[in-house]
């Protein structure tokens, strides 16, 4: 069997181990997502008895610290770059001068 | 068969005999000339005969009695043939001692007509080895399942099972092969288009014109989404728990985006949360 002709890069691991555990936050965060919204339904309201926001708040503390949003890092997808990513095309600034200029962002042209 | 019958009678040596012999003779004869265009007309009807006599095998032994009978009769003579040509081959020491318990039954004569039945019976054996040995042309097939299976056939009736087997489970092997060849004879895309199709069957490109409920399939009514409060039924009526759940009720209510199905887990869930709470909550 002939490899077939594939024109772009082929990527079969994510470019370091902080772009994984990115990846595994998003992962746990997703599976607990319904739970930390229904526990912060009770602890974020004003009509429920005090005691049992209370015990809310313990058990929102009691979950994996990577199941919450907030640990989630936009990270370029090509080069795990953590800060200058435009989240519209998910990749570092870098990056997108280097398709833009190559003409291989679509829409995307030079300032005229 | 005549001529021979002819012979015999020439051959008699009282005339006291002749006579009487003549008439018994006549009298015997029209049975058995009967006998044999029955014989030949019977040949089609061999195979039948067969299927009955192993199912009437038990029954032999009145068969030969109504023989006797019948030829005494001769009136009877058509069942008489029937039966004589039902019992066949396995049953020959059985109808010797028929015929010749007929022809002793018969006055005078014994030895010939007994030698004549015999002949007749040889006959007719021999027609149903030739029927025999020629295969069972069923001809008449009236019911399948009449008289005893004649071990003739093999059972050919497992082969479409078997087929019928390994259509229906498709073992891994098989799925692993269909892949092998699908993965073999995959060409590269020719051009855009075949790209396009590519990608569309993976999934990575949208149907088009776009359908914005893909994957979504909610056949829930109007009604199911906003009319929740059927849900509330395990809470109590008053309280601050009923009026936070009346609160996200109204919140489920206008959610276009969770199907009637996660609307009701979400209900449940607090349901479940406000029963393990139930001890704090009587402290309060």
């Given at each position: 069997v002939l490899p077939s002709p594939c024109p772009r890069q082929v990527r079969s691991y994510y470019v370091d181990w902080r772009m994984l555990r990115d990846v595994k936050r998003r992962k746990m965060a997703y599976e607990h997502a319904d739970e930390?919204?229904?526990?912060?339904?009770?602890?974020?309201?004003s009509i429920l008895p005090k005691e049992l926001q209370e015990v809310a708040d313990k058990e929102i503390a009691a979950?994996?610290?990577?199941?919450?949003?907030?640990r989630i890092r936009n990270r370029c997808v090509l080069t795990s770059r953590p800060r200058g990513v435009k989240r519209r095309w998910r990749v570092s600034r870098i990056v997108f001068r280097h398709f833009a200029d190559h003409a291989q962002m679509s829409g995307v042209q030079r300032a005229m | 068969m005549l001529s021979k019958d002819k012979d015999?009678?020439?051959a008699s040596k009282d005339s006291a005999r002749e006579g009487a012999a003549k008439r018994q003779e006549d009298g015997a004869e029209t049975p058995k000339q009967q006998l044999l265009d029955i014989i030949g007309t019977m040949k089609v009807e061999v195979s039948y005969k067969k299927k009955l006599q192993q199912l009437k095998a038990s029954e032999s032994k009145k068969q030969a009695m109504k023989k006797l009978e019948g030829l005494d009769s001769e009136g009877s003579v058509p069942q008489g043939i029937t039966?004589?040509?039902q019992r066949g081959k396995p049953l020959n020491p059985e109808l010797v001692?028929?015929?010749?318990a007929v022809a002793s039954s018969l006055p005078c004569n014994k030895k010939q007509t007994e030698s004549e039945l015999l002949a007749q019976l040889r006959r007719h054996e021999e027609t149903t080895d030739k029927q025999k040995n020629g295969g069972t042309i069923n001809i008449r097939v009236r019911s399948l399942k009449v008289g005893k299976r004649l071990n003739i056939f093999t059972k050919a009736s497992t082969e479409p099972e078997h087929a019928l087997k390994t259509v229906s489970s498709p073992t891994i092997w098989d799925l692993e092969f269909a892949k092998e060849v699908a993965a073999v004879t995959a060409q590269p895309p020719r051009n855009g288009f075949e790209e396009m199709i590519q990608w569309t069957?993976?999934?990575?490109?949208?149907?088009?014109?776009?359908?914005?409920?893909?994957g979504m399939e909610d056949d829930a009514e109007f009604h199911e989404h906003?009319?929740?409060e059927k849900h509330l039924e395990g809470f109590p009526r008053e309280g601050p728990i009923r009026h936070f759940m009346e609160l996200v009720i109204c919140g489920l209510s206008k959610n276009p985006y969770l199907s009637v199905k996660q609307k009701v887990e979400h209900i449940e869930w607090f349901q479940k949360y406000f029963e393990e709470k139930k001890e704090l909550l009587q402290e309060i």
């Open positions: 930390r919204l229904r526990i912060n339904a009770i602890r974020k309201n979950l994996p610290r990577d199941s919450c949003p907030v | 015999k009678s020439a039966e004589d040509t001692k028929a015929a010749s069957k993976e999934g990575i490109l949208w149907e088009f014109p776009i359908d914005n409920e893909v906003i009319f929740l």
